[in-house]
């Protein structure tokens, strides 16, 4: 299975401003020194698309977004992070955020927030960290916080549905890869080969290890790829409609409420939680 990075629409001199060992855009390189200044940097670009856009691996991950999760930690990156997650309006701009988060192996992070927005009560924010649960590769942590919502109603239940259905897609991607990596079997590898067609994401390359030398994969993996493509093409356009697995609200509703405007359901939340478990 070919990993491929370059944008043939894109001179190579181009991207080689950005992909080549050693070379980061501004903001990144200013997170080690200066985090302050590199977190202020990203919040003023963000937005503002260049004339040629760049994105990273067969998932498109804006190079912003990649940059953002692959800069050094500090609280000021932290809380951009967060911000950013927050921010997402689509089921689609969470995926990518959580994909770069795994790609730069900031999980950890991504569970450790779901888990404090859980904590909250509130159910939009549970409903963004199960959400955000369901978009990460496969995890102990990920696992249990999903099943602590199976038998759940309302707004939170299908958030929690949706977000178990996206969670173990990614989880059968796996057993059909690994099967067909391992099978010397032409029928079984079409076979294996066509199942993982019609579920797998771009987590894909989160996971995927170089096949052994002249196997089927080895031999064949790249004709996959087309395959591969529209179904994560697919993903985009169902996700980009929707919000915690539900039709996207207008957007008068997803503009954040006033600092101080409290919503005042955390108690009330958290008690009815306490009853359904």
Not at 227 to 244: D, Q, S, Y
Request: hydrophobic content about 40%.
């Amino acid at each position: 299975m070919s990993i491929r990075r370059d944008n043939h629409y894109v001179p190579q001199w181009y991207q080689r401003q950005f992909f080549e060992p050693g070379r980061e855009t501004l903001a990144r390189s200013l997170s080690g020194p200066d985090p302050a200044l590199a977190a202020a940097l990203f919040r003023r670009c963000a937005g503002r698309e260049a004339y040629v856009r760049i994105t990273r691996t067969i998932g498109s991950i804006p190079l912003m977004t990649w940059d953002v999760w692959h800069s050094k930690d500090s609280p000021d990156l932290t809380a951009l992070r967060r911000e950013r997650l927050n921010a997402c309006a689509s089921d689609h701009d969470l995926s990518l955020e959580v994909l770069a988060a795994c790609h730069a192996g900031q999980q950890g992070a991504i569970e450790d927030f779901a888990a404090q927005e859980i904590a909250t009560g509130h159910p939009v924010a549970t409903a963004r960290a199960l959400t955000m649960l369901g978009f990460a590769d496969e995890s102990v942590a990920a696992g249990a916080m999903l099943d602590r919502f199976s038998n759940h109603g309302g707004m939170v239940g299908r958030a929690a549905d949706a977000a178990r259905f996206a969670y173990q897609r990614n989880s059968w991607s796996r057993i059909w890869y690994h099967r067909l990596a391992e099978t010397d079997n032409r029928v079984d590898f079409w076979r294996y080969a066509t199942l993982l067609g019609k579920i797998a994401d771009a987590r894909i390359l989160l996971w995927t290890v170089t096949p052994p030398e002249g196997g089927l994969l080895d031999r064949f993996g790249p004709s996959l790829d087309r395959t591969l493509e529209r179904r994560i093409e697919a993903w985009k356009k169902k996700r980009g409609n929707k919000l915690f697995g539900e039709d996207q609200p207008r957007d008068v509703y997803l503009e954040a409420a006033p600092p101080a405007f409290d919503l005042g359901a955390g108690e009330n939340y958290s008690a009815k939680l306490a009853e359904q478990e």
